[in-house]
């Protein structure tokens, strides 16, 4: 599985950024860019780790729904998990996603 790294300098324009990169950040951001992935992804702010049960429960969605948006979102790496017992947590990979989320909520309204 490939890692995802991008650079954090706050003085880091996308002009700069090398084209394998760009795709990586444009691969994350399709992902992203669906209504139930989106809410996955609002349900997991804030360093939460929830279980496929928890976040199909908190959705009202199938627990197959919920696995296959799991998929993509950790293909991505915008997810990853973390086995725990019988239970698999996912967690968002990069704290910076949050301003991502944040946007999408502050955008999405009115």
């Given at each position: 599985m490939e890692?995802?790294?991008f650079n954090k300098s706050s003085n880091m324009k996308i002009t700069?950024?090398?084209?394998e990169v760009l795709?990586?950040?444009?691969?994350m951001l399709k992902a992203?860019?669906?209504p139930m992935?989106?809410?996955i992804l609002s349900h997991l702010e804030d360093g939460k780790k929830l279980t496929v049960t928890e976040i199909?429960?908190?959705?009202?969605i199938e627990q197959s729904t919920t696995s296959h948006h799991l998929g993509i979102l950790k293909d991505k790496g915008v997810l990853a998990s973390q086995r725990e017992g019988k239970n698999t947590f996912y967690f968002l990979?990069?704290?910076s996603l949050r301003n991502i989320i944040d946007c999408v909520s502050k955008c999405s309204v009115g």
């Open positions: 890692k995802y790294s700069d950024l090398q084209p795709e990586r950040a444009a691969s992203i860019a669906h992935r989106i809410a199909h429960t908190l959705l009202n990979r990069h704290d």
